[in-house]
């Protein structure tokens, strides 16, 4: 490959300036960097101040022998990126994020290293990309690379396995899945129509990476000129009157007791909101996102108040959905009532939610574990993760009855899911990856 003659160099590092901005408005953090690579406009990332993005620390951390373990009381060997004091005592960076290079020998010596490893990886087959696809298109993997490691202040000259993994065989590779779903959903309408933006649905169980992953596609989207949009399930939970009263309405349901399961979801407001987010196809439109407090009322939740919530413009390009149980399909009584007779009126409920959701998702990512019974650990470091930031959260205790009112759902719905996909998705538009405990994508077997 003539390509490959670059590889032979020692990686020298692109530097990348120091000089961002803050501001801080109404809990809503937005950074602002100049970067000459690859980003013609200033380009943004914002971090909202709501529980959702402090679950993104707990998949983040990871202990080292030269940083503090950020979840030391609930085994974080799973996780993969180094914790940052900082970072864990706000929940967000307040400092400037840019690469710190280190004197001593780096990891990966040179960029045929680095190819060889991105060609290791288990994904490569699923999205369509070969060995000389990667190696036309290096360049691009590096800058991919570079931007990740600057949203998570990693040192992408000096990173661990489990960072390399989730940089180079999870993140970018579904970052090129996505750009290639984007393009054959424009390439579908004509020069004069107005295209509205493509929904990518991401299915995956709680705690499992999934609002990370959407993070950093989110950023590299917005660094290289698209403009996105993140909206989450969590977002559209009923308020915590409407909790109330959904409680009051079946006694005696564990599964309707607290949110979470179908049934406790605003579905109006998920209408509204996507109906509003797909018009988005013009310069000047504006739609403000709902979001939700996690944190609110000891952990049982609440609707955001308005003014937190984050405005996005238009015209959008893509719009990245997430959720524990985003395509889930109504199954038959006796399937259901065999797993927990609870059930029942859920997967009545469950009947609405295609018109509400699915309907609206063109292309899928479905995250597959293998068992269901690790969300509870997931769970577990997302809420001590908010402790120990600073916001109320649940105790140990109360996340594992948390998490046992929707492993029924888990074990119901789950099988169908992997076998047949999200309701209503084409299999072109689909990708499934299968992660470990690490939340890792593995090779399928």
């Given at each position: 490959?003539?390509?490959?003659?670059?590889?032979?160099?020692?990686?020298?590092?692109?530097?990348i300036?120091?000089?961002?901005?803050c501001?801080?408005?109404?809990?809503n953090?937005?950074?602002?960097?100049?970067?000459?690579?690859n980003?013609?406009?200033n380009?943004?990332?914002?971090?909202?101040?709501?529980s959702?993005?402090?679950?993104?620390?707990?998949?983040?951390?990871?202990?080292?022998?030269?940083?503090?373990?950020?979840?030391?009381?609930?085994?974080?060997?799973?996780?993969?990126?180094q914790?940052?004091?900082?970072?864990?005592?706000?929940?967000?960076?307040?400092?400037?994020?840019?690469?710190?290079f280190?004197?001593?020998?780096?990891?990966?010596?040179?960029?045929?290293?680095l190819?060889?490893?991105i060609?290791s990886?288990?994904?490569?087959?699923?999205?369509?990309?070969?060995?000389?696809?990667?190696?036309d298109?290096?360049?691009?993997?590096?800058?991919?690379?570079?931007?990740?490691?600057?949203?998570?202040?990693?040192?992408?000259?000096?990173?661990?396995?489990?960072?390399?993994?989730?940089?180079y065989?999870?993140?970018?590779?579904?970052?090129?899945?996505?750009?290639?779903?984007i393009?054959?959903?424009?390439?579908?309408?004509?020069?004069?129509?107005?295209?509205?933006?493509?929904?990518?649905?991401f299915?995956?169980?709680?705690?499992?990476?999934?609002?990370t992953?959407?993070?950093?596609?989110?950023?590299?989207?917005?660094?290289?000129?698209?403009?996105?949009?993140t909206?989450?399930?969590?977002?559209?939970?009923?308020?915590?009157?409407?909790?109330?009263?959904?409680?009051?309405?079946?006694?005696?349901?564990?599964?309707?007791?607290?949110?979470?399961?179908?049934?406790?979801h605003?579905?109006?407001?998920?209408?509204?909101?996507?109906?509003?987010?797909?018009?988005?196809?013009?310069?000047?439109?504006?739609?403000?996102?709902?979001?939700?407090?996690?944190?609110?009322?000891?952990?049982?939740?609440?609707?955001?108040?308005?003014?937190?919530?984050?405005?996005?413009?238009?015209?959008?390009?893509?719009?990245?959905?997430?959720?524990?149980?985003?395509?889930?399909?109504?199954l038959p009584?006796?399937?259901?009532?065999?797993?927990?007779?609870?059930?029942?009126?859920v997967?009545k409920?469950?009947?609405a939610?295609?018109?509400?959701?699915?309907?609206?998702?063109?292309?899928?990512?479905?995250?597959?574990i293998?068992?269901?019974?690790?969300?509870?650990?997931?769970?577990?470091?997302?809420?001590?993760?908010?402790?120990?930031?600073g916001?109320?959260?649940?105790?140990?205790?109360?996340?594992?009855?948390?998490?046992?009112?929707?492993?029924p759902?888990?074990?119901?719905?789950?099988?169908?899911?992997?076998?047949?996909?999200?309701?209503?998705?084409?299999?072109k538009?689909?990708?499934?990856?299968?992660?470990?405990?690490?939340?890792?994508?593995?090779?399928a077997?």
């Open positions: 490959m003539a390509t490959l003659n670059v590889f032979s160099q020692t990686w020298q590092p692109c530097t300036s120091p000089s961002l901005s501001s801080n408005t109404i809990n953090y937005v950074y602002s960097h100049n970067n000459n690579n980003c013609s406009n380009c943004k990332v914002h971090f909202f101040s709501n959702r993005h402090f679950s993104i620390l707990s998949s983040l951390s990871a202990p080292t022998s030269q940083f503090t373990t950020h979840f030391s009381k609930s085994g974080s060997r799973m996780s993969w990126l914790n940052s004091s900082n970072a864990a005592s706000s929940g967000y960076r307040k400092r400037p994020l840019y690469s710190v280190p004197t001593k020998p780096a990891e990966v010596a040179s960029v045929q290293d190819f060889e490893f060609c990886g288990p994904l490569l087959d699923k999205i369509g990309v070969t060995q000389e696809k990667v190696a298109s290096i360049d691009k993997w590096l800058s991919y690379g570079r931007y990740i490691c600057q949203l998570f202040q990693l040192n992408e000259l000096y990173l661990s396995e489990p960072q390399k993994a989730r940089v065989h999870y993140y970018i590779p579904v970052f090129i899945w996505c750009e290639e779903q393009s054959q959903h424009q390439s579908s309408f004509n020069e004069e129509d107005e295209i509205p933006p493509l929904v990518i649905g299915s995956a169980p709680q705690g499992c990476g999934k609002t992953l959407v993070y950093a596609l989110d950023y590299l989207f917005q660094v290289t000129g698209r403009n996105s949009a909206i989450s399930i969590d977002d559209f939970y009923l308020t915590a009157e409407g909790q109330n009263k959904l409680r009051e309405a079946y006694p005696g349901n564990a599964l309707l007791e607290l949110r979470g399961n179908a049934g406790s605003d579905l109006a407001l998920s209408i509204e909101t996507l109906t509003a987010l797909t018009k988005m196809t013009r310069e000047g439109t504006k739609t403000k996102l709902t979001r939700y407090d996690k944190s609110a009322f000891s952990g049982r939740g609440d609707r955001a108040d308005s003014s937190t919530w984050p405005e996005v413009e238009g015209p959008l390009t893509v719009v990245l959905f997430e959720g524990w149980m985003l395509g889930f399909k109504p009584v006796e399937a259901v009532t065999a797993v927990d007779p609870q059930l029942e009126i997967n409920n469950l009947e939610y295609y018109d509400a959701w699915d309907k609206y998702v063109k292309s899928w990512i479905v995250i597959k293998k068992n269901p019974n690790c969300v509870y650990q997931w769970r577990l470091q997302a809420e001590i993760a908010m402790r120990e930031a916001k109320p959260g649940m105790s140990d205790d109360e996340v594992r009855d948390f998490v046992s009112r929707y492993l759902a888990y074990k119901a719905y789950l099988p169908t899911l992997y076998s047949e996909g999200p309701n209503g998705s084409d299999p538009h689909l990708l499934t990856i299968e992660i470990d405990e690490g939340r890792n994508p593995i090779l077997t």
